[in-house]
């Protein structure tokens, strides 16, 4: 089994839209970073596909992508759903499944209300089945997450803050996927356990209130113990080469590495 990131930048993407810096003008295929989003492509073929972002159509195209099974979402946020319109090619025959929070949920069908209006057959929209997941006490020590299966896989939920708000991280076997986040209850300290692989968002050095920088991750790297962390929804601070030096500076000897745009990780 193998995830694939399809994005690994930013919500507003780099380059971003305007911007002359070295890292937005570079012509490094690894300084291109699409809004954070990632491809599961399981043992017997099927795919599930974390966040679906205003690029995924482009994604899509770029990666061959030719179905999606089911979908993961960690929240709300434009940069993690505003392409879910797109996958209407994949819903002709079935409702898309969307796994997601209850209130991420609300606004969904908020965000996309055309999609749940009855209208004529063939009306071009997508069809969505929104399965809840019921993370709204998370904060309390007591929550207790569940695996779900999908797509014959076994996937937990991480409930995280991303500042104030309640998203979640996805736990597959011993590969966790946490993007927009600040800080990791105990709790779900607690689920993360013996993961190997971490897919961690870390913005930029600089401190962010609703985002965990390189300091920070490195820190939650070294509690989890993973052997493997690659590093998500990166801005324009930092070149992919200067965020490998920083780390070479800082993480001496740790295996902790900015994603990639394309770049494909064994899921183990
Ligand atoms: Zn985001
Ligand atoms: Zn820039
Ligand atoms: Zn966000």
Redesign the pocket.
Known sequence: MELEILGSGTSHG???IG???P??TSQDPKNNRMRTSALIRTDSGKTCIIDVGPEFRIQALRSKITSIDAVLITHSHADHIHGLDDLRVFTRDIPMPVYAESSCIQDIKYRFSYAFRNTARGGGKPHFNLIPIPCSSFAHSSFNSKPITICGIEVLPIPVYHGKLCVLGWRIENTAYITDCSQIPESSYKLLEGTKTLILGALRLRPHTTHFNFPQALEVSNRIGAKNTYLIHLC?DFSHQEICEWLASNAAGKKIEPAYDGLRITIQ
Do not use: D, E, L, R
């Open positions: 780099v380059p971003v911007c002359t810096c890292v937005c324009h």
